[in-house]
C-alpha cells in the first residue's frame, strides 16, 4: 500500500504544479489486474499499479517518468518497482503523418542484482477521422542487465467507434536479439525470438479510461533460467482502470 500511496502522491503533485508558459503538464494513475508488455507480465501476473507525470514543449520534445509496481517479480530480480523515465520528440508532417523518436531508461527498485537497462525507439504513425494506424521498432543495445541486445518492431491500429465512447485497438510485434547470457536475455525473451499480439477496447469519458485487453505471444518452450518466468508467458485477458490530470 505504501508503493501505492507514493504513485499517488507523486501524479498529485505534478497535477497541481504551476502550468509554465506554453508547457503542456499532464499526469495520470493508474490500475491494471496485470502489467503485460509484449505479451508477458511484469508483475508476476498480480494487480499492478501505476502512476505517470509528462511535460511537453511546442517545439515537439516530451518528458516523462512512469512508475509501476512489478511486485517482486523474478523477471526483474525480484524488483519491486520499475520506473520509466522518457525523454523524446514527436513532429506532425503535415497529411495526418506523424513521427516520434525516444530514448527510455528502465530503473528497477528493489531488485536483487543490477537489472536496469535502456533502449531507443522510433515510430510512424497516420490517422485519418477517427482511424490510426502506426510501425514501431525500439531498440535496446547490448547490455548486462538484458544478457545481449534486444529488438522489438511492431504495428498498431486503433479506430474510434463513431458517437461512442469506445475505441478499438490492436497491435503485433516481434521481438529478436543476440544473446551473451542466456539467463539474463530470457528476461525480455523467455523463449527465444517470438511474437506477440494484442486486442482491445477502451471506454473512454472525460479523465477517466477503462480498458480491456486481450493479449498472447507464441512462446511455447521458456528457457530454464530465474528470470524467465515461465507462468506468464501465455494468453491472458487484462483490464486497466486510468485517471488522466
Known amino acids: ?33 496485470d502489467e503485460r508488455r509484449r505479451g508477458i507480465s511484469w508483475s508476476d501476473g498480480e494487480l499492478a499499479p501505476a502512476a505517470s507525470v509528462r511535460a511537453g514543449v511546442p517545439f515537439g ?18 524488483a519491486d518497482a520499475v520506473v520509466d523515465v522518457t525523454g523524446g520528440f514527436a513532429r506532425d508532417i503535415g497529411g495526418g503523418l506523424r513521427l516520434d523518436g525516444f530514448v527510455t531508461g528502465h530503473l528497477f527498485t528493489g531488485a536483487a542484482e543490477a537489472f536496469d537497462y535502456v533502449e531507443v525507439g522510433a515510430g510512424a504513425s497516420y490517422a485519418l477521422g477517427p482511424a490510426e494506424i502506426g510501425i514501431d521498432a525500439r531498440y535496446a543495445p547490448d ?14 491500429a486503433r479506430v474510434g467507434v463513431p458517437a461512442t465512447p469506445f475505441t478499438v485497438n490492436a497491435s503485433l510485434g516481434r521481438s529478436t536479439g543476440s544473446v551473451d547470457d542466456w539467463r539474463r536475455a530470457a528476461r525480455l525473451r523467455p523463449g527465444g525470438d517470438y511474437t506477440d499480439w494484442s486486442l482491445g477496447v477502451d471506454h473512454i ?9 486481450y493479449s498472447g505471444t507464441d512462446i511455447e518452450q521458456v528457457a530454464d533460467s530465474p528470470f524467465a518466468n515461465a507462468r506468464h508467458t501465455g494468453d491472458k485477458v487484462t483490464a486497466r482502470l486510468a485517471i488522466s490530470f
Do not use: C, Y
Open 1 to 33: 500500500m505504501k508503493l501505492i500511496h507514493i504513485m499517488v502522491a507523486a501524479a498529485w503533485s505534478a497535477a497541481a504544479l504551476p502550468a509554465f508558459a506554453q508547457a503542456d503538464l499532464g499526469a495520470s494513475v493508474e490500475v491494471a489486474t
Open 205 to 213: 469519458t472525460g479523465p477517466v479510461s477503462l480498458g480491456l485487453v
Open 143 to 156: 547490455q548486462a542487465a538484458i544478457g545481449g541486445d534486444n529488438l522489438w518492431f511492431g504495428a498498431r
Open 61 to 78: 520534445l516530451d518528458l516523462s517518468a512512469r512508475i509501476t509496481g512489478t511486485r517482486g517479480d523474478p523477471r526483474h530480480g525480484g
